[in-house]
Every structure is written in C-alpha cells, then in structure tokens.
C-alpha cells in the first residue's frame, strides 16, 4: 500500500513570497490533516478535512494560511505572504473512516514539506 | 486548553539499558493515547496505541506504555535499548471531546541518543 505522499520534501524562500504544499493521501482515506511541525516541538494541526469539507481550522492562520481539498482526495496547503515564523516541517496526514462506534482510526503520516523562511 | 507535556527533552543512554520515557496530559475526560517514533530521515510512525482495556499496551519493536488515568499518564517503557532505537517520540493525545475532531495534540518530542 502506497504511503502519503507530499511534495516538495524542501522550499526555500524568501518572506512575503507565497508558497504551496501538496499532499495526496493513502487511497481511500477520507481524514486528511495538515499539522506544522516547528524545531523543537511537537506537530501542530492546521486543518483537519472529512472528504472535501473542513472539521477543524480553528488553529489556521487564516490571513496567511488556506487548504483546500476540493475533490476528497489529494490536497494543497498554501501560505500567502510567508513569514520568517512559518519555517516549519508541514506535515500531511491521512486516516481512513473510523469503525462503526469508534472515535478514531489511525493517522498516517507523509514525509513532510520542509520550509525555510529567509 | 488540553496539552500533553514530556519532561525529559534529550535521553542519552548505553545500549542494553532501560528506558522510560513520560508523558502527561490535562485532561480529565476520555483519551486516546498515542506514542509515535521519527527515526533520523524518516517520517512519523505509530509505535503503541491505547483505546480501552488493558491500561499495559505492547508496542512494536519491544516497547510498551502503560495508561495510569489518576495520573494522567502514558509513559513509554522499553527493557533493553538498541542503537538502532535512536529517534526521536512524540507522546499524542486524542482529546474526545468531539468525536468528529479526530486531530492529535503531541508533545514536544524526546530525541532518545543510544550509544553502542
């Protein structure tokens, strides 16, 4: 079974370009997350997608920050301008439909977006 | 708001010693308990999960977590270290507190050093 994948692995720019993150999850899974990984801390959520609708962005930067997942499937992250805050690993996650009276189901991680804000 | 903290930041240990990782949460309402692993290059993978039952979950790679809920606590737990368990663990929490809300809160990571 094929992994997350997420490309690109590495972006360098500059503060107050824009960039763009894309994820496309395992087949099948519906969850799909956008967690920022900061040096030194633990993977932050973003944005949490059921299909193509949004369950959680209530720690996305929305004057920055927006993702879209129009089709339920793959999706991209964007930061529109970046700051010199925003040098993270970008983390994408994918995590089929829970079993019937579960809560959860196990989250899939891809190998992250490494940015670097100059 | 729920946190999930880990004290110890950098472990340093010879090969064949034991290791206990802790892990904290603030929260006193149903969790689910997560410990995931990132070796040098890697990404994130799930090491042990707890849901329910048995408060002893086993892990893969030998290593085990023990759910204490008047304590508020997961801590990892592996017998005898090998040099290739040099990574880096987060300790996650699945804050139940809305069912649709499926996102993890993580710690801030131990980089685990085994020396051979």
């Known amino acids: 079974e094929a992994g997350v994948a997420q490309s690109p692995r590495y972006k360098i720019i500059e503060k107050r370009q824009s960039v763009a993150f894309w994820c496309n999850p395992i087949?099948?899974?519906?969850?799909l997350y956008w967690y920022q990984q900061i040096l030194g801390q633990g993977p932050k959520l973003l944005i949490q997608f059921q299909n193509n609708g949004v369950v959680d962005d209530s720690q996305l930067p929305k004057d920055r920050f927006s993702a879209e997942r129009l089709k339920g499937v793959d999706s991209t992250l964007k930061i529109q301008p970046a700051k010199l805050e925003d040098s993270a690993v970008y983390l994408c996650a994918s995590s089929p439909r829970p079993f019937k009276g579960s809560s959860y189901n196990e989250q899939f991680f891809g190998p992250g977006t490494r940015l670097t804000v100059l | 708001a729920q946190s999930v903290s880990q004290h110890n930041h950098h472990v340093i240990l010879s090969e064949a010693a034991s290791l206990e990782l802790g892990c904290n949460y603030s929260?006193?309402?149903?969790?689910?308990l997560f410990w995931y692993v990132q070796y040098p290059g890697q990404h994130l993978q799930l090491l042990l999960k707890?849901?329910?039952?048995?408060?002893l979950v086993k892990g893969i790679k030998g290593f085990e977590a023990e759910f204490i809920k008047s304590k508020f606590s997961f801590n990892l737990r592996k017998p005898s270290v090998q040099w290739s368990d040099t990574a880096e663990y987060f300790c996650?929490?699945?804050?139940?507190?809305?069912?649709?809300?499926?996102?993890?809160?993580f710690g801030s990571g131990t980089r685990l050093q085994v020396q051979p």
């Open positions: 087949s099948g899974h519906a969850t």
């Open positions: 996650a929490v699945k804050f139940n507190m809305d069912t649709g809300r499926r996102a993890l809160t």
């Open positions: 707890y849901f329910s039952g048995d408060p």
């Open positions: 929260y006193g309402g149903t969790v689910n």
